[in-house]
Every structure is written in structure tokens, then in C-alpha cells.
């Protein structure tokens, strides 16, 4: 089936309940008409303001295909301006990080604020008393959106409310920063980036589906003495859960599953209280041993965020778009504030799992590129989706099925069909 430019009734027959069409990760319309009706007519994730700290920092982002800038104004207020000069378009800025006091285009010289206020043009004399000097400021989205330090963007005004859209992705957040002992954290350890040859549903998909870790990952498994049972619905993983959060939003939810022993740090490899004693004694004395306590046994969470953005337990990963066969998965490593030998650690596991050498991600990368291969073979059309529909249960409106199951996946899908046949 090939998507004619009139599909929003095709785009409600192309995502079924427990199908999807195989046309979705491969035509070239289909990625144009996510670029219009998804990307820029929803919230996407930008950046973290803690990789701009100080006024005059700027760092460079990607809003679908877009190129934005992230910076922080000499007000100390976050801006995101496209990064396209009003004059004949080019890059403002090069650089993919830096402090500055302004972006001076390369190509005529014009000069913008970090708040994309045009503040000069060369040989002024020829602009006369300049009547259109408000057009010429750099352009931004039309609403911005900030919980925690995440910013969010989105080019449209007809868009829920930006804690509306993030719903229950809000709890995510919050789960991941009140394990720092001040609530917030440091991105700043540089970004890892992944050219990743498959479209990117392809690749978030893999985020949240519990059921490939025990082929895919097997021998990273066996290497630190772990073991998966994929059916996850008798012991190994008896109670933890994936869980559709509304919105798009999905997770893998492990609490239950530590509950169980009550035992800290099962979230990462090797920590205990006693190779973190500084971090702990912070967090306790930040919000008490109970509270600490029940933080360090829930751990941070594993959950995707509509569209871009997944919290990886240990590293934050933002979806950059590229072409509807690529995209570039970035990665970056949590960083707490005032948790100095906790983040060391999480450096270096996240390295061990996701670096260019890592155990992880080398082999998820491989399965999405091998599917994006498979959609050459045209037949069959369909891809089903449907592992673990008959035994879903919802509790506190909140549908979940057992760690292998499809409900995060599909509930990917619910809000994809949703957007692309409005
Ligand atoms: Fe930027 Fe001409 S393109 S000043």
C-alpha cells in the first residue's frame, strides 16, 4: 500500500489495534507527514537547562529536522530560536556548544541576542529607519514548555497544555532528579551519538519492549550473572510491569519487582550504600533515611516520553531525526547534582552499556538496522503487535501487561494514530 498525500483516513486503517502496517517505517510520505503532523503539531523535547547554566551558553538542538538553538539570555531565562538567519537563511550558528554574546551570521554579518532579537546590520545606513526590523529577529517555536530543567517546544499553539502532555511522564521525571540530594540534574558529560540506520519508530520501539533482552542481550546477561525469563510472568520478574502512561508515554516499571527484597542499588550494577557512602549520606541528610531509603530501592526510571525523549534509567536519550530509513540516537549519562562518586560511577556504566564499545546498545542497534532491512521484503504487510493483549489489566487507570508484553509499544501507536488522522 503506498500513502497518497489525502491519508488521514488511510493513517486510521494503517494502525490497527494489535497490527501495524509495514508502510509506516519505510515510505517517504509517511515521514513527511509525521515531520507535519506530529513533530512540528506537538510537544517535543529539546534540552535540559543545565547544559546552558550561565547566561551567554548555548547549546545546539534539532526540533524533527529542524536546527534550533538552545541558549540562556543575559535575563538568565531559556530561549529556543531556530537557528535559520532572517536574511537568506544561513546557520546562525556553527558551533555545537559555546558562550557568547551574540550569533553573528557568517554570511552578511547580521547580528542576533541570545533572545534572537536582531541587534545589528552591517552598513545600517542602507536599511533607512529599518520597517522591518521586528521580522528580522530570529524565529522560535510557539510555546515553550519546562518541568525540572526539561524544556519542551512545540511550533504549534493548538496544542494541549504543556503538564497535560506530559501527564504521567511528569512522575518519570520526578522519580529520576529526587535521586539527587538537591533535586536537579547536571548534564554535562557530553553527548554520545548514534547513527542508527532504521527508521526511528524502529528504534524507540526496542526502548520499551521488555521481550528482546533475553535473545538480544543474552551474553551481557551471562556476563554479570543475570538471567531473563522472557515470558516474565512467573518468577524472574514476577511483578515488574510495562506500563502504557497515556499520551504516548510508556514504561517498564521495576518497583514492584524490588520491593520483593527491598534492597537498594538492584538498578545498578554493583552499587551498594558502601562504595556510595558520600552520596548516601547526602541523600539522607537531604530527605531523611525513609525517604532515601525507599528512593534507592525504586531507582530512576525506565520510561518514554511522546516523542523524542527516554529516560534510560542511567542515561537520558533524545531521537534525532535524519531521513525515514535513519536517525541519531544521543545519549548522555546522568549526571545528579551533589552526587559526585554516584555520577563517576553511572559514567562509567553507562559507557560499559551504551559507548561506542558498550555491551547494550551495540546489539539493539543491530536488531532495529536488520528490521529496517527486512521492510525491503514487501510481503507480508502487516506487523503484528499483539503479545500480552488478553492479560492486560488496568489499576488506577493505568493499562499495564507483564515485562515481554506489547503496551508500551502500543500505546506508542494509540497516539501516533491519533496525531497522523487528525
Ligand atoms: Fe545571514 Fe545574510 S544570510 S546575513
Redesign the pocket.
Known sequence: MSITHDAVRQYEELVQPDRIHASLHSDPQVFLDELERIWYRSWVYIGHESEVPEPGDYVRKKFGLQPVILTRGTDGEVHVLLNK?T????L?CHEERGHTKAFR?P????TFGLDGTCLSLPFRKAYGDDPHKEERALAKPALIGRYRGFVFASMSADVPDFMEYLGRGKDAIDQLCDLSPAGELVLTAGWLRHLTRSNWKIGLEGLVDGYHPGFVHRSMLSTVGTEYNIDASDTTYELARVRDLGNGHGDLDWRDQYHITDEEFQWMTGGTREKLLSYVAKLEEAVGPERAHQLLVDGPPHTYIFPNLFIGELFIMVLDLVSPSAHVQMETPVQWKDAEDLNLRNMHQTHAAIGPAGMILADDSAMVERNQQGLNALKPEWLVRDRGAAREEVIDGVKRGYMSDDTAILAFWSRYRQLMAS
Do not use: D, L, P
Not at 87 to 90: C, G, K, Q, R, S
Open positions: 538567519c536574511h537568506v537563511a544561513n546562525v551570521c554570511y552578511h554579518g547580521w
